[in-house]
């Protein structure tokens, strides 16, 4: 039987419409462009391109955050603008690149994570939280904690955790490592991969550093755009 896959863009287009001055024409900015990809499940797509190339309008087409001025966006055999939002959520969740501004800083580590949890009507929250930060490698005594007491590494953690405890299915991650130490990069993408083998996730992996891409290339399938 045929398998839809998770993830597919069938001609993507979307533009922008700038003025320069207040009395200027609007000039058109086209920043993603007949763009077209299948992730089939438990996949990990590589989407690689400079900065300012429009990976970040990509990644929230695919999240369905903004809609296509051309093209269909489907998740998995579902056009993604016509899910209900809450069953898209569940489905999708992104990681985005600086978890300094994902994590609001006047809440608890255990209430952050729980909030999807407690949104959409999860039960078992305080063990379902447990599970998931023992998951992604957070010690138990951070879960109280506030995400100012977190290394920039651990709140990433803290993130992913959030983003899996809906038992998403797939990871729409935006340069998750930019904004950590090269020291701890490494471990981010290896907890990613480790993550994406047990849960059977299907990822796209978004990054400017072709080197970042190169270092999970027998996993990755990479796009450049």
């Known amino acids: 039987m045929y398998a839809p896959p998770m993830i597919r863009l069938s001609g993507v287009r979307k533009a922008y419409h700038l003025r320069r001055s207040k009395f200027a024409q609007p000039e058109e900015l086209v920043a993603v462009n007949d763009l077209s990809l299948d992730v089939g499940e438990g996949e990990t797509l590589g989407l690689f391109g400079e900065s300012r190339c429009g990976k970040s309008t990509a990644v929230s087409i695919m999240l369905g955050l903004l809609r296509p001025d051309v093209g269909d966006v489907e998740i998995p055999g579902q056009k993604i603008g016509a899910m209900p939002m809450g069953d898209r959520v569940k489905l999708v969740?992104?990681?985005?690149?600086?978890?300094?501004?994902?994590?609001?800083?006047?809440?608890?580590?255990?209430?952050?994570?729980?909030?999807?949890?407690?949104?959409?009507?999860?039960?078992?929250?305080?063990?379902?939280?447990?599970?998931?930060?023992?998951?992604?490698?957070?010690?138990?005594?951070?879960?109280?904690?506030?995400?100012?007491?977190?290394?920039?590494?651990?709140?990433?953690?803290?993130?992913?955790?959030?983003?899996?405890?809906?038992?998403?299915?797939?990871?729409?991650?935006?340069?998750?490592?930019?904004?950590?130490?090269?020291?701890?990069?490494?471990?981010?993408?290896?907890?990613?991969?480790?993550?994406?083998?047990?849960?059977?996730?299907?990822?796209?992996?978004?990054?400017?550093?072709?080197g970042e891409l190169s270092n999970i290339w027998p996993i990755v399938s990479p796009l450049c755009i």
């Open 93 to 210: 969740q992104p990681v985005f690149q600086n978890p300094n501004a994902s994590l609001n800083p006047v809440k608890r580590i255990h209430s952050l994570v729980a909030q999807p949890l407690r949104l959409h009507g999860g039960e078992n929250i305080a063990n379902e939280v447990k599970h998931m930060l023992d998951l992604v490698g957070l010690p138990s005594r951070l879960a109280d904690a506030y995400p100012a007491e977190l290394s920039d590494g651990q709140r990433q953690r803290a993130v992913i955790a959030r983003a899996l405890i809906l038992n998403s299915r797939v990871l729409i991650c935006d340069e998750p490592t930019l904004a950590l130490d090269v020291s701890v990069q490494a471990q981010v993408i290896n907890l990613l991969l480790t993550l994406e083998k047990e849960l059977g996730l299907t990822m796209v992996f978004v990054s400017h550093d072709l």
